[in-house]
């Protein structure tokens, strides 16, 4: 029984800009070590279990069943209309299951938790579309991300420490804006402008990264850094990316699932899914 409790490269020199599958819930765990007070004793960062969502008798998830696993690289891919949207917001509590169960570690009850409060716990979403503060420097996005006290006279009275422009110069190195760091974000290409999103995310230091659609629009110089990006991150932060493009997928990805008709389709390597008559004839095409 559950118990809820009360509630890291501007690019140089590459890049320079300036049953369902997936129930094996212990398996699936990496048995890496979340940031303190979440508790993965399973190694599992992420279960949801029988989960479905209906809009006006329209089922977009039916019966789903997904389980990440503390520090994992999860691509979630699928045809339009498969459910993937739905997926992050059921995760991020924008829409609340019809039915099913949703746990972020072993004690985290995301069905009863408000956006706010899923975002705190550790979970962090960015959208395909990126969203900065455009006439603010790189630096000031960052510094405004941080995981503070956001009140209007904390934030009057705030003072930067050491600690904290120490964790700003890392980020800005981890996505390679450090050159940039007081141009505005709003001069940025929207590749940059995708690497400052994700940079602001890890100031807020998630445990778990929803990542949708984040190479799209992006050059293929900025698509491979987004790669070593992604693949550095993994093991520091668990990440589920939605994304299209098989390169890239091909690029990163530990385990793909693939999602149909709000249901899981097929699971494993990327060579298993695409190896797989289902997933051939209702997405990948002969």
Same mark, same amino acid.
């Given at each position: 029984?559950?118990? !809820?409790? &009360?509630?890291?490269?501007?690019?140089?020199?590459?890049?320079?800009?300036? =049953?369902?599958?997936?129930?094996?819930?212990?398996?699936?765990?990496?048995? *890496?070590?979340?940031?303190?007070?979440?508790?993965?004793? +399973?190694?599992?960062?992420?279960? /949801?279990?029988?989960?479905?969502? =209906?809009?006006?008798?329209?089922?977009?998830?039916?019966?789903?069943?997904?389980?990440?696993?503390?520090?994992?690289?999860?691509?979630?891919?699928?045809?339009?209309?498969?459910? $993937?949207?739905?997926?992050?917001?059921?995760?991020?509590? %924008? !829409?609340?299951?019809?039915?099913? $169960?949703?746990?972020?570690?072993?004690?985290?009850?995301?069905?009863? @938790?408000?956006?706010?409060?899923?975002? #705190?716990?550790?979970?962090?979403? %960015?959208? #395909?579309?990126?969203?900065?503060?455009?006439?603010? =420097?790189?630096?000031?996005?960052?510094? /405004?991300?941080?995981?503070?006290? %956001? =009140?209007?006279?904390?934030?009057?009275?705030?003072?930067?420490?050491?600690? #904290? $422009?120490?964790?700003?110069?890392?980020?800005?190195?981890?996505?390679?804006?450090?050159?940039?760091? +007081?141009?505005?974000?709003?001069?940025?290409?929207?590749?940059? %402008? *995708?690497?400052?999103?994700?940079?602001?995310?890890?100031? *807020?230091?998630?445990?778990?990264? /929803?990542?949708?659609?984040?190479?799209?629009? @992006?050059?293929?110089?900025?698509?491979?850094?987004?790669?070593?990006?992604? $693949?550095?991150?993994?093991? *520091?932060?668990?990440?589920? &990316?939605?994304?299209?493009? @098989?390169?890239? &997928?091909?690029?990163?990805?530990?385990?793909?699932?693939?999602? +149909? #008709?709000? +249901?899981?389709?097929?699971?494993?390597?990327?060579?298993?899914?695409?190896?797989?008559?289902?997933?051939?004839?209702?997405?990948?095409?002969?």
């Amino acid at each position: 029984m559950r118990v !809820t409790p &009360v509630p890291e490269f501007m690019l140089e020199p590459a890049y320079d800009p300036n =049953s369902d599958a997936g129930t094996g819930r212990d398996a699936l765990g990496l048995g *890496q070590v979340a940031q303190q007070g979440l508790d993965v004793r +399973h190694g599992t960062i992420l279960t /949801l279990e029988d989960i479905s969502v =209906s809009f006006d008798g329209f089922k977009a998830l039916n019966d789903l069943n997904l389980y990440i696993g503390v520090g994992e690289l999860r691509c979630i891919i699928g045809p339009n209309g498969a459910g $993937k949207t739905t997926l992050m917001d059921v995760i991020t509590g %924008k !829409t609340r299951p019809n039915a099913g $169960k949703a746990w972020f570690g072993e004690t985290l009850d995301l069905t009863r @938790m408000s956006e706010v409060a899923i975002a #705190q716990a550790g979970i962090g979403r %960015k959208f #395909q579309k990126p969203t900065v503060f455009e006439a603010l =420097s790189v630096f000031e996005n960052l510094e /405004l991300a941080q995981k503070t006290d %956001k =009140s209007v006279w904390a934030s009057l009275r705030a003072r930067l420490s050491g600690e #904290q $422009k120490d964790r700003i110069d890392e980020v800005l190195a981890t996505i390679k804006l450090d050159v940039s760091r +007081h141009r505005p974000a709003g001069l940025l290409s929207h590749g940059q %402008k *995708q690497f400052l999103e994700i940079g602001m995310l890890l100031m *807020q230091d998630p445990q778990l990264l /929803l990542l949708d659609e984040p190479v799209a629009g @992006m050059t293929d110089a900025e698509t491979e850094f987004t790669a070593e990006l992604f $693949k550095h991150l993994k093991g *520091q932060h668990s990440l589920m &990316v939605v994304e299209h493009d @098989m390169g890239f &997928v091909g690029s990163i990805a530990d385990h793909v699932t693939v999602l +149909h #008709q709000g +249901h899981v389709l097929a699971e494993g390597s990327l060579a298993e899914v695409q190896a797989d008559e289902r997933v051939i004839e209702v997405y990948l095409g002969r």
